[in-house]
């Protein structure tokens, strides 16, 4: 077993993003076991099965398939940083924050809480489509079918461990292979379209990221299947834009409608005005509204 820790950033609450992290028992792609995080993660040359404990305002992480030598550290660093979006110096949403009647109070509940993301473009893509228009729970069965059928799975200390089905897995996929798991055949169709669009190099994390935010935003939505709102989640989740903001998202509404005791839901023209204040830190501002939830 090989170990190594990160150092984190005062405002970074290991408890709430463990809360985020446990929100679905259909949940795949990870597991949470007395307070330790189980992922698997995929390497260039390996699949790392990582084991991620609290320590003293520090993340240790344990590759429990690796020995004592391990040359893959900063790639797992990397990845796992950009996970529980440790790069981003959240002082300054909270010295914006702590003064408004809308988010002070959630700031205050929810310090250290950041944006737990999928650092994957393709998962994070695919996971948003899988999600449209139905529950939450649903879409958690969903996605446990999709990856138990087609992705990769490993089994180490009495743990299963999966990765997320590859594009040139899915890309392969139709209609006879996605129905039977009780997805649409719009979502089959987007499914599919999206993973082509990777094996043809239509799109990439690497390309994406070199883009500034309108130019992203448009180029992830000329993928058939990825409107305003899929676009927005992914450049909030895999890109950490601090401006993506999901403006359409119910649960958006109903936060605000709640917080302000508000008899209906807010106008979308209402939901951009409240949002002006929160200029260059809309993702965080939708995430500390969803948490209200």
């Known amino acids: 077993m090989y170990q190594f820790s990160i150092p984190l950033p005062l405002e970074f609450s290991f408890d709430r993003c463990v809360e985020f992290l446990l929100r679905s028992p259909k949940e795949i792609l990870h597991s949470v076991t007395e307070g330790k995080v189980y992922k698997a993660i995929s390497l260039p040359s390996f699949v790392a099965l990582t084991e991620i404990s609290f320590e003293n305002h520090h993340l240790t992480i344990r590759i429990l398939n690796a020995g004592l030598k391990f040359k893959d550290q900063i790639l797992v660093e990397e990845y796992v940083s950009q996970w529980f979006d440790l790069y981003t110096d959240l002082k300054p949403f909270y010295a914006m924050a702590n003064n408004d009647k809308l988010l002070g109070p959630l700031v205050k509940q929810f310090y250290g809480y950041r944006i737990v993301g999928q650092p994957d473009l393709f998962e994070s893509l695919i996971w948003a489509v ?164």
């Open 130 to 293: 899988i999600g449209q228009q139905i529950n939450l729970s649903f879409a958690y069965t969903l996605k446990q079918r999709f990856v138990e059928s087609f992705g990769y799975r490993e089994i180490a200390q009495n743990k299963t461990f999966y990765l997320f089905p590859k594009p040139e897995e899915v890309a392969k996929l139709n209609d006879a292979d996605l129905l039977p798991l009780q997805f649409s055949k719009q979502k089959s169709k987007y499914v599919v379209e999206i993973a082509k669009a990777f094996v043809n190099q239509e799109v990439s994390k690497e390309s994406i990221a070199k883009l500034p935010f309108e130019e992203a935003k448009e180029k992830l939505m000329s993928i058939k299947g990825v409107g305003n709102w899929t676009a927005n989640y992914a450049l909030m989740k895999t890109f950490r834009y601090p401006n993506a903001f999901p403006l359409e998202d119910a649960g958006v509404h109903n936060a605000i409608k709640n917080l302000k005791r508000m008899k209906e839901k807010p106008t979308l023209d209402q939901v951009r005005r409240i949002f002006k204040k929160y200029k260059g830190w809309e993702a965080y501002a939708t995430l500390y509204l969803w948490k209200s939830l």
